[in-house]
């Protein structure tokens, strides 16, 4: 017997934009606490959806925590049309996440936001956006310098917020160095936590083979806090 449900659901946006979303619902005798764990999926240009996070979602909710995922902007069945820049979903994060809270049959007063690739620097444009958002985690923020070329304008963002932050990325990840990382980091406000899976790229640590250990890192980081 599975130890989670699924269900889906519409969440709309303030312009309008209808966002198709996943709840991911541990069983209410393994069910933890009251937090909720967001988790934004990879860059929606370069075929980013919310499938791609399925399996740390029911990972999450099997641990007894509901995780939430939803197909951005111009995504899947989302309506509208997905930005280069990224700036215009955060808007989805943001309204996702207030969904999420504002929803009495949820019972989620607190946020985890969780960002995976292109997803991470949407995500951490959010944290600060979301009073119930009590911490971030990246899963390979990129942070190099040609990603920087279209993300570059979120990173003061998520650097400059007091929120507690944990930097998941691979040793070999073709878009941030582990040099880069730890210089962009250096200066970051308040908790910033660094995890390096030694020779995973970028991509590969996107795959299914690493779902178990995304959700591992996840779970220890919200134990911290």
Not at 130 to 145: A, D, H, K, N, R
Request: proline share 4%; hydrophobic share 40%.
């Amino acid at each position: 017997m599975s130890n989670y449900t699924y269900e889906s659901c519409t969440v709309e946006a303030p312009d309008g934009i209808k966002l198709h979303t996943r709840i991911f619902k541990p069983n209410p005798d393994i069910r933890r606490d009251n937090l909720g764990i967001v988790l934004v999926h990879p860059y929606s240009v370069l075929g980013g959806c919310q499938a791609l996070l399925k399996g740390i979602a029911v990972g999450l909710a099997e641990k007894g925590y509901l995780a939430v995922t939803f197909d951005m902007r111009g995504v899947g069945r989302s309506t509208g049309r997905a930005s280069i820049t990224g700036f215009a979903e955060v808007k989805d994060v943001v309204s996702v996440c207030k969904w999420v809270c504002g929803n009495s049959d949820l019972s989620v007063d607190r946020i985890l936001l969780a960002g995976s690739s292109a997803g991470a620097p949407i995500s951490g444009s959010a944290v600060d956006q979301v009073e119930q958002v009590i911490g971030y985690v990246s899963l390979g923020y990129p942070f190099g310098m040609l990603s920087s070329i279209l993300f570059g304008r979120h990173h003061k963002n998520i650097l400059q917020s007091p929120k507690p932050k944990l930097f998941v990325m691979g040793t070999r990840d073709g878009f941030t160095s582990v040099k880069q990382l730890r210089s962009k980091l250096s200066g970051a406000a308040g908790r910033a936590d660094i995890h390096l899976i030694e020779g995973a790229g970028h991509f590969q640590m996107e795959g299914p083979a690493y779902d178990a250990q995304m959700v591992s890192l996840i779970l220890d980081f919200v134990a911290s806090l």
